[in-house]
């Protein structure tokens, strides 16, 4: 089973600084990584993804993500974040279940991005 | 459209009592899914629909439910649940099950309270 850790539970910041979110991944033959975004008291939004291809991956609301194979992370970055930008975020990886042919997401425990004024 | 809609908002239930939560889309998606997420933590994966047929059911407790009346809709009813059972419920889809590339877009959620 595939799994993901984000290093960090909460990160504060102040508005306009710029922040990253750690993720690192368990190693496998190939993944695909997610990172969504939950505001208070809603669903999951779905911020970027890695698939294949090009390792730096441009995602809505100005963030990025680079995947990095050898050191088995894909951080999220922002260069200046908002007060809009409290949230809580989730790193997740596409995880095959077992017995079948079907796919779960398998989250990392969030991060809480507070950005104080 | 990536829109997931998800009913009730809100859910106030009682151990005795049966309720259901409803969850659609319009995004021709094959597979749904049901999540249960607890304060503070991520989501847990409940249940997955595969056209229309469940084929993941991630040993969930009988009290809940899962049916799939057709593609677009996604039912999960609810009987003699305990107050442990109170979380915020969320819908998923996407458009293949069978795919890891596949993205999958959640709903608003469904906040249960049971007293």
């Known amino acids: 089973a595939q799994s993901v850790t984000q290093l960090d539970s909460q990160v504060p910041v102040f508005e306009e600084a710029p922040v990253e979110l750690r993720c690192n991944y368990s190693s496998s033959v190939s993944v695909y990584l997610f990172w969504y975004v939950q505001y208070p008291n809603q669903g999951l939004q779905l911020l970027l993804k890695y698939l294949s291809g090009s390792t730096l991956v441009k995602g809505i609301n100005g963030f990025e993500a680079e995947f990095n194979k050898s050191q088995t992370s894909f951080h999220l970055r922002k260069p200046s974040v908002h007060i809009s930008d409290t949230a809580e975020y989730f790193c997740?990886?596409?995880?095959?279940?077992?017995?079948?042919?079907?796919?779960?997401?398998?989250f990392g425990k969030g991060t809480l991005l507070t950005v104080n004024p | 459209d990536t829109e997931v809609t998800q009913t009730p908002k809100h859910l106030v239930m009682g151990m005795t009592n049966k309720k259901s939560l409803k969850c659609e889309q319009h995004?021709?998606?094959?597979?749904m899914y049901w999540y249960k997420q607890k304060a503070k933590k991520p989501p847990e994966l409940m249940f997955v629909y595969s056209y229309e047929k469940l084929s993941i059911n991630e040993s969930v407790p009988s009290r809940f439910s899962p049916e799939c009346p057709n593609s677009s809709l996604l039912n999960l009813h609810l009987h003699a649940l305990q107050p442990e059972d109170s979380a915020l419920y969320l819908c998923a889809s996407s458009q293949e099950g069978d795919r890891g590339t596949d993205t999958q877009y959640f709903g608003p959620g469904t906040r249960l309270t049971v007293l």
């Open positions: 995004m021709g998606h094959r597979a």
């Open positions: 997740a990886v596409s995880d095959q279940l077992s017995g079948g042919s079907n796919y779960k997401l398998t």
